[in-house]
């Protein structure tokens, strides 16, 4: 039996832009720029898009096509599928990594709200290089309190969409934010282009030097392409459920791809132009924006404005990503346990909230705590990101191809698709075999070799 009450979005430009809402966030304007400069620029660029090709785009439509044919959050669609248990455990799995992204995610929300902050009072003027902006923040990060404050402040925000219901909140404020952000990212990428010295930047990010790539950076770019594309945790599928079946999936899933890929390329080049330009360094880690763009905005003509305007759009575009993370959890307890909407979303930011605590003092009460080796930040983000995203990816990929079975997705893909399949027939055959054969292959290997085990199969031939 339907549900007659739940909503759906009112368009199918108001699905595409809540995806891309939740898909475009930090990992393309914090992340995405400070890992590739840790692993080799283009070298990585090259293999993201690989995976962003191979398997995020496969895996994306697998998601949303198991949402819209279910109409139910992560676990109640895998058990409308099968009767198998085991499947409403990798839909609970989803639920938690939900929780863990939130926690890290929220704290650098935190420093982006902070950020517009720091911008309005003028702190930042004086500013010449990144140095003395790196030195800036890496002050603030030792403040216990103002980390802790703009955290909160960050997911208390997030609570009041998904409180107050996401559906008008989300594809009204998309609308207008999303374009906003473009049109700044693009001014600052000219800007970085144009200052002496940038063409070092562009080199850096589009010409790869092959030896830069080892196994990490494979499992990195792999991890990377679902964190950016928000996949592999039920977010897609969630959002895929509020989806209406006139919609083509395909044909919606590659709007969603060409977005992130192209914001994620603009922030790319915005700062590694710039980056270069001031003789810096890109492998600074996660503060590589906050210790560039304040100096960047200081270069240019009413810089005050323009910094306040991209950290405020950096804190929204978080926000329609975080609200996602909310949203997947309190779908389940409102589907699954018949909790009322509020009580689950409160619940949802105070476990947010404690969990994101000790992110939050990783940089300075807690930094001396380790978790396998690195702070609560980084174990978290690693776990998240490189584990549980490309694992929750992989099951997906495997329960399409072998649980429900090709025939059945195919099937309700088509519905809604006819026309985009009548037009590129070949796309049908390719999703078949890279969701039902490569793509599984592919994150099998990177798990494997994430936990080890292709080492010692290599040690063994070696000896
Ligand atoms: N895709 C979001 C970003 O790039 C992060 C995210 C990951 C959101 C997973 C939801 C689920 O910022």
Redesign the pocket.
């Known amino acids: 039996m339907e549900n007659p009450k739940r909503e759906q979005w009112s368009s199918k430009m108001g699905f595409i832009l809540a995806a891309a809402g939740?898909?475009?966030?930090?990992?393309?304007i914090w992340k995405f720029p400070y890992i590739a400069g840790e692993n080799g620029g283009a070298a990585f660029l090259f293999i993201y898009l690989i995976c962003i090709l191979s398997i995020g785009l496969p895996v994306l439509i697998a998601e949303v096509l198991i949402g819209r044919t279910t109409q139910r959050n992560p676990v109640g669609a895998f058990k409308k599928l099968t009767n198998n248990k085991f499947w409403s455990y990798v839909g609970k799995m989803g639920i938690i990594t939900a929780f863990i992204?939130l926690s890290f995610?929220s704290v650098v929300a935190g420093w982006a709200i902070g950020y517009i902050v720091e911008s309005a009072k003028g702190a930042f003027q004086n500013f010449q290089e990144p140095a003395q902006a790196g030195e800036y923040f890496n002050s603030l990060l030792l403040q216990p309190e103002w980390n802790l404050f703009y955290l909160l402040v960050f997911i208390l925000m997030s609570m009041f969409f998904v409180y107050f219901g996401v559906q008008k909140g989300i594809e009204k404020g998309s609308k207008i934010m999303m374009p906003l952000l473009f049109i700044l990212l693009i001014i600052l990428m000219i800007r970085g282009i144009t200052l002496e010295g940038a063409n070092e930047g562009l080199k850096f990010f589009f010409h790869p030097e092959w030896s830069k790539i080892t196994s990490q950076t494979i499992l990195l770019a792999l991890g990377h392409a679902f964190?950016?594309?928000?996949l592999g945790?039920g977010?897609i599928m969630t959002y895929g459920s509020y989806m209406s079946n006139n919609d083509s999936i395909p044909g919606t899933s590659l709007s969603i791809i060409i977005l992130d890929t192209v914001i994620s390329v603009v922030a790319g080049v915005m700062i590694f132009t710039t980056v270069f330009a001031f003789g810096q360094d890109p492998a600074q880690g996660p503060g590589l924006i906050f210790h560039v763009i304040p100096v960047v905005f200081n270069q240019m003509p009413g810089g005050i404005f323009f910094a306040i305007l991209f950290f405020i759009l950096l804190a929204l575009a978080a926000l329609t990503?975080s609200i996602?993370?909310i949203e997947v959890v309190v779908a389940y307890f409102v589907d699954e346990k018949k909790w009322k909407r509020q009580k689950a979303v409160i619940f949802t930011g105070v476990v947010g909230t404690l969990l994101a605590i000790p992110c939050s003092l990783s940089y300075n009460l807690m930094s001396e705590v380790k978790l396998f080796d690195s702070n609560f930040f980084d174990t978290l983000d690693f776990l998240a990101s490189n584990i549980l995203l490309p694992l929750g990816g992989f099951l997906l990929a495997i329960f399409v191809g072998y649980v429900w079975g090709l025939d059945k997705a195919v099937e309700n893909l088509k519905i809604g698709s006819e026309k985009f399949f009548e037009k590129y027939p070949v796309s049908l055959f390719l999703w078949k075999i890279f969701i039902k054969y490569l793509a599984p292959l592919l994150m099998f290997l990177v798990l494997l070799d994430t936990v080890g085990i292709l080492k010692v199969v290599k040690n063994l031939f070696v000896e």
Do not use: R
Request: charged share 0%.
């Open positions: 939740s898909a475009i966030g930090l990992g393309n992204i995610y964190f950016t594309l928000s945790m977010v990503s996602s993370l």
